[in-house]
């Protein structure tokens, strides 16, 4: 059975880069599109971006994109959320979860059946 | 932007009720409405997909149903574990959308 383990909790400063993963167990990680979440403290679940490991591609919420960076290398079974700088408001708490896709180019999906622990990123001077 | 509107924000019921969570889309989404639950400080745990698919190890009383824009999710006999978060989820466009979460309140 595939679990995703992630990186552990981060504090960083405003401006600072940052780069939290999602290593999967299994053999099949670049069969299936990766997700993030963001949920910010006591608050509902924000979908940020996909990923399919298999070949890189990527697609975004327009709300996070330009924001983050979402990569993988499929050598290692990891998934990866990147900020460049980061801001105040990047503090939350951070899923990836696995895709269950209807297609190849995951154009719907049947929800994410499988998540990490969640990464708690904290920014603050 | 899909938009995914849940209602209630919150209920109150008792141990063994038959509940009702609903949840609008702005357009059709066809039956690509998945449910989540999370507990406290845990990820969400996917309940249903495809509007009335029950994931693998999911209790059977939790049901889903609806197609198009209208879609519930019924609990069917609470038990005192179900009183937590419940959430929507449209995977039919990009950016996929979450509801804004229904609380389940012990009575």
């Known amino acids: 059975e595939v679990q995703l383990v992630q990186s552990g909790a981060e504090v960083k400063k405003p401006g600072e880069s940052l780069r939290i993963s999602c290593k999967a167990s299994g053999n099949s990680f670049s069969s299936y599109w990766i997700g993030w979440v963001r949920q910010m403290s006591g608050k509902g679940l924000e979908w940020i971006g996909i990923?399919?490991?298999?070949?890189?591609?990527?697609k975004y919420s327009p709300s996070f994109e330009g924001q983050v960076t979402i990569s993988a290398d499929k050598s290692i079974n990891t998934a990866y959320l990147q900020w460049r700088r980061l801001k105040a408001s990047d503090t939350g708490i951070y899923y990836c979860?696995?895709?269950?896709?209807?297609?190849?180019?995951?154009?719907?999906?049947?929800?994410?059946?499988?998540w990490g622990q969640g990464t708690t990123v904290t920014v603050s001077s | 932007d899909i938009q995914m509107t849940q209602s209630p924000s919150s209920l109150s019921a008792s141990v063994g009720d038959r509940v009702t969570i609903t949840c609008r889309a702005s357009q059709s989404i066809g039956y690509y409405l998945n449910w989540y639950q999370q507990k406290p400080g845990k990820a969400p745990k996917l309940l249903i997909y495809?509007?009335?698919s029950l994931q693998s190890g999911v209790p059977s009383r939790f049901s889903g149903s609806g197609s198009g824009t209208d879609f519930t999710l019924t609990i069917s006999g609470l038990q005192p574990e179900d009183f937590v978060t419940y959430y929507c989820?449209?995977?039919?466009?990009?950016?996929?959308?979450f509801g804004q979460g229904t609380k389940v309140e012990i009575k």
């Open positions: 979860a696995r895709l269950d896709c209807s297609s190849a180019s995951c154009h719907n999906d049947y929800g994410m059946d499988v």
């Open positions: 495809a509007a009335a």
């Open positions: 990923i399919w490991p298999g070949g890189s591609e990527t």
């Open positions: 989820q449209q995977s039919y466009s990009i950016p996929r959308t």
